[in-house]
């Protein structure tokens, strides 16, 4: 058993570590990498040092097996449920999203790549509009009864020539594209019924972010058939974004 003061000192986490447990806590899945890239960290191992301490302590869960490195991917990281009661007691989990997240250590492979490509896109914009932009998460949004049901996969707000707000949504090219389109509908009539006015900004644009661009002139293609009034919607590539910093790697629909 361990001793008093063992446990005193287990219990004792330092800011990069609970930092690290704050953006599991938005994007529910993540790597070293993409944490190292969220948190602004230039050295990977520092990350990965965070994270084995929270691991061998039981916050975190880590995904790894042979798949993972026969495909060359790196470990995939969530909250357990002491990493979850922690975030609580420091008032930063709220319970409807501790009850969402709480069988995360068990989701599916496809749960867990939407998660990462979420992650993902986040740091690429980010690297794209820089300081002038914040995102937000599903779980972030969850006070705000204002915004469209679904919600975006990210919201976005820019400090540009004003601020301007953006939804962002992931397209997968294994996923139909009428699934988008009736999204972006949903979206549509959420602007015509005037919910958002209450906000007192203009109504987001939309930015669709794909995997390749087979799949961005796929859904594109459905898109352009598809009945969305006057809300902007926009595609682009993730590669674009995370490469293209000269031209803009956006292409209204």
């Known amino acids: 058993m361990k001793s008093v ?20 806590y938005r994007y529910r899945f993540t790597t070293s990498e993409l944490l190292a890239k969220a948190e602004g960290q230039k050295h990977l191992q520092v990350t990965r040092s965070r994270l084995e301490v929270l691991e061998k302590q039981g916050y975190i869960h880590r995904r790894y097996d042979n798949s993972y490195k026969l495909r060359g991917r790196f470990a995939a990281y969530c909250l357990t449920a002491k990493g979850l009661s922690y975030l609580k007691s420091i008032d930063v989990a709220k319970p409807q999203i501790i ?3 709480y069988n995360d250590p068990k989701a599916s492979e496809k749960f867990v790549d939407f998660c990462l490509a979420v992650c993902r896109t986040a740091q690429a914009l980010k690297t794209y509009y820089g300081e002038e932009v914040k995102t937000f998460t599903r779980n972030e949004l969850v006070d705000y009864d204002y915004f469209p049901q679904p919600q975006p996969d990210l919201y976005l707000s820019i400090k540009r020539d004003g601020v301007r707000h953006y939804f962002v949504d992931l397209h997968d090219d294994a996923a139909p594209t009428f699934v988008l389109a009736k999204k972006m509908k949903k979206y549509a009539e959420h602007q015509e019924s005037g919910e958002w006015d209450t906000t007192g900004s203009d109504y987001p644009e939309v930015i669709i972010v794909c995997l390749s661009p087979a799949g961005e002139k796929r859904l594109r293609k459905k898109l352009q058939q598809t009945a969305i009034g006057d809300l902007m919607v926009y595609t682009a590539t993730i590669g674009a974004l995370e490469t293209d910093s000269e031209n803009t790697p956006f292409t209204e629909v």
């Open 99 to 101: 009850k969402m997240i």
């Open 5 to 24: 003061e063992e446990k005193k000192k287990e219990r004792k986490l330092n800011k990069g570590q609970v930092a690290v447990l704050k953006l599991l």
